[in-house]
């Protein structure tokens, strides 16, 4: 009889602790899913007044003619033509000078979505603390930005390092595909 109640009783300690890992990688699951869906409508939020604040076809049309500025420059460096580096020198300022101005005309929407993506990030960070949100298959540790805390076969990312991947990601895709990105 007192033997199985100890089995009965160690039995049961199985199984909660075996509810209690699948509770967990749940747990994981869903703060990684919350955090993704946050890095979407941040992105989503950036680009559409993106969309709505700069004059992407200027913008673009800017990028593509330094593009083909530095390209001939550096053709004219390769074949050591220095009339033609000096005409493109004359240029380079100008070109410059309107890459400079599309830029901070970006830079400007950022600033718009700085206070609430903090207030956002500070609250999130709050949340969620120092705890794994998510899992990754090989470990790795730059500074704050890592996934090092042994997860059975995996590692486990904290917040910030979680919520960068994801909204690097997450940006990069919104931005192609609403062709705010160059």
């Not at 309107?98 to 903090?118: A, N």
């Not at 996934?147 to 919104?174: C, E, Q």
């Amino acid at each position: 009889n007192e033997r199985g109640r100890k089995a009965g009783s160690d039995s049961r300690r199985a199984y909660k602790k075996a509810r209690g890992i699948k509770g967990r990688k749940m747990q994981i699951v869903y703060s990684a899913l919350i955090i993704f869906a946050v890095s979407l409508v941040s992105a989503l939020a950036s680009n559409v007044l993106i969309m709505k604040k700069v004059d992407l076809k200027a913008s673009n049309e800017v990028m593509k003619a330094y593009n083909e500025f530095v390209k001939e420059y550096r053709q004219a460096i390769a074949e050591g033509d220095k009339e033609k580096q000096a005409k493109l020198e004359k240029k380079q300022k100008q070109l410059q000078d309107m890459v400079m101005k599309s830029q901070m005309d970006r830079m400007k929407v950022s600033f718009y979505l700085l206070i609430p993506f903090l207030i956002l990030f500070y609250v999130l960070t709050f949340y969620f603390g120092n705890s794994i949100v998510a899992l990754s298959p090989f470990k790795f540790a730059i500074y704050y930005f890592a996934a090092d805390k042994p997860v059975g076969i995996a590692w486990g990312m904290n917040f910030v390092t979680w919520y960068i991947l994801t909204s690097f990601f997450t940006n990069t895709i919104v931005g192609k595909a609403l062709k705010t990105m160059p």
